[in-house]
């Protein structure tokens, strides 16, 4: 197995490898903006440090959010292209239990809340319950501004940018900041392991149930930019 993990929902554009044992590379770029530009040397970079080319990759699982609709459209959209190239099953995973995954990789248990930046003032948040075996996501993920979000879930320890940027609705911060590509490849290893016959699922299909959750962009709102509506036809002449 060599599984390349993508992640392009946050601040992050970061790849990481996994060869079914364990992670053997990521590359993170912190830009918030310039998502296509690094994404592609990214996985370069990955495969290099690990002396494999693309052909050798197995897997490929990509975050599907939430996130802004212009970097989160990069990485699925790169995703697929790489596993429809190589003839590869491609999954998807939502990108908050990634940031859940780490915390728990870190050692930390009980309650925990993850929230990204969503712009405009407001974050993506989820809620989850770190247990001995792995990090539980209760509920969906949603858009909120931070200081809406109930205080039975402001009062966790955080998890992801939120903190950072909205403070005083969120006190208690606690690492990772974003998503990690490795984090991300090792949460979809262990989920293929816990699948019967997920190995060898479908390309570019994922059955509900099956551990992962599918490939559709998780928005959670409409894009900034919109088609402007058609313009009306003049009646002179």
């Known amino acids: 197995m060599l599984l390349l993990a993508i992640d392009t929902s946050t601040t992050a554009i970061t790849v990481g490898l996994h060869d079914g ?27 290099a440090h690990v002396g494999a080319e693309p052909a050798d990759v197995t897997d490929v699982v990509v975050g599907i959010g939430p996130g802004p609709f212009t970097g989160l459209r990069v990485g699925i959209v790169s995703a697929r292209t790489f596993a429809f190239a190589l003839g590869v099953p491609v999954r998807g995973l939502t990108s908050l239990d990634a940031i859940a995954h780490e915390a728990w990789l870190g050692g930390h248990r009980g309650h925990l809340l993850v929230a990204t930046d ?101 928005y959670l709102r409409r894009p900034d930019v919109s088609p402007a509506p058609a313009a009306a036809k003049s009646t002179l002449g």
Not at 24 to 45: F, Q
């Open 21 to 47: 044992t364990s992670v053997v590379a990521e590359v993170t770029t912190l830009d918030a903006r310039a998502h296509a530009e690094h994404l592609a040397p990214g996985i370069g970079g990955a495969l």
């Open 118 to 218: 969503a712009r405009r003032k407001e974050v993506y948040a989820a809620a989850y319950v770190l247990g001995a075996e792995r990090a539980e996501r209760v509920g969906d993920p949603l858009v909120s501004r931070a200081a809406d979000l109930p205080e039975e879930l402001r009062s966790l320890p955080t998890a992801g940018r939120g903190p950072s940027l909205y403070g005083e609705a969120l006190p208690h911060s606690l690492p990772p900041l974003d998503v990690s590509g490795g984090a991300l490849a090792d949460l979809a290893v262990r989920r293929l392991r816990e699948t019967p016959g997920a190995a060898d699922g479908p390309l570019q299909r994922v059955d509900p149930g099956d551990g992962f959750d599918g490939l559709e962009p998780l």
